[in-house]
């Protein structure tokens, strides 16, 4: 059976063992290596491939901490084939630490609440691509996902709106659906978690977790583009903020 490669996900357990082992390999023998082999196995990732008792055995999250090590550009000696996504998740870990740190902290949380096993896989978890490169891996991004379409939620963020008198409408562009569209745009407009899950951490989502945005500028809220998968209203104002003062120069 070919090999199921490693995605992001996993990487940020694996490399969360080896910055806590104090950049050292692991042994397959070491029951933190035995934790984390039943934890990847259990992950809602690659669920035809667990049949295979080789699929991120002992032994291969072994090697893995060994293909991590070497990755490292301090490392003096023979490399391993980690293959481009473990090399990429060290220099990650080499920029942000934190947030590399964080994102394995909230996955594993995440994990332990069994969250995760009720939630089907979100249709737009991944980019056009197909393939998702971001700091915080899949399943983080689909729980938020999930979380930002609980209809509950939204009718309880929709109430608080309405309470403080202010539009259903883009907190970004300004954008109402009703009056662009009449009857039929009434009311409608997306729900969005303003922070990452690997940011805030795995808390319960506050109503102040989320804004209300038009359908374009949530999209690009969640467009991948420059290695994140996330960014902020804030953060896409200050784009077009920034875009448009480049147009009048
Ligand atoms: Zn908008
Ligand atoms: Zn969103």
Redesign the pocket.
């Given at each position: 059976m070919a090999q199921t490669p490693w995605v992001r996900d996993e990487l940020l357990l694996a490399l969360a063992l080896v910055v806590d082992n104090g950049w050292r390999e692991l042994r397959q023998q070491d029951s933190r290596v035995v934790e984390l082999s039943g934890l990847l196995r259990s992950l809602p990732l690659h669920e035809d491939a667990v049949a295979d008792p080789r699929f991120r055995s002992p032994n291969s999250v072994s090697r893995k901490t060994t293909d991590i090590v070497t990755a490292h550009p301090d490392h003096l000696g023979e490399t391993t084939k980690g293959g481009r996504p473990t090399q990429k998740i060290v220099a990650d870990y080499l920029e942000r630490p934190d947030a590399i740190l964080a994102a394995a902290r909230a996955l594993r949380h995440v994990m332990d609440s069994g969250e995760l096993h009720r939630i089907p896989p979100q249709p737009d978890e991944t980019d056009e691509s197909g393939e998702l490169s971001s700091l915080e891996g899949r399943l983080l991004v689909r729980l938020?996902?999930y979380r930002?379409r609980d209809r509950g939620l939204r009718e309880l963020k929709l109430r608080q709106i309405r309470r403080l008198k202010q539009p259903i409408a883009c907190e970004v562009c300004s954008f109402d659906f009703g009056t662009t569209y009449g009857p039929l745009g009434v009311g409608y407009v997306?729900?969005?978690?303003v922070t990452p899950l690997h940011a805030i951490g795995p808390r319960e989502t506050r109503l102040d977790d989320l804004a209300l945005?038009c359908a374009n500028c949530?999209r690009m809220?969640?467009r991948s583009h420059a290695g994140k998968t996330w960014r902020t209203p804030a953060d896409l104002r200050e784009a077009m903020h920034g875009v448009s003062i480049h147009g009048a120069s």
């Open positions: 938020a996902l930002e997306e729900v969005h978690h945005l949530h809220c969640h």
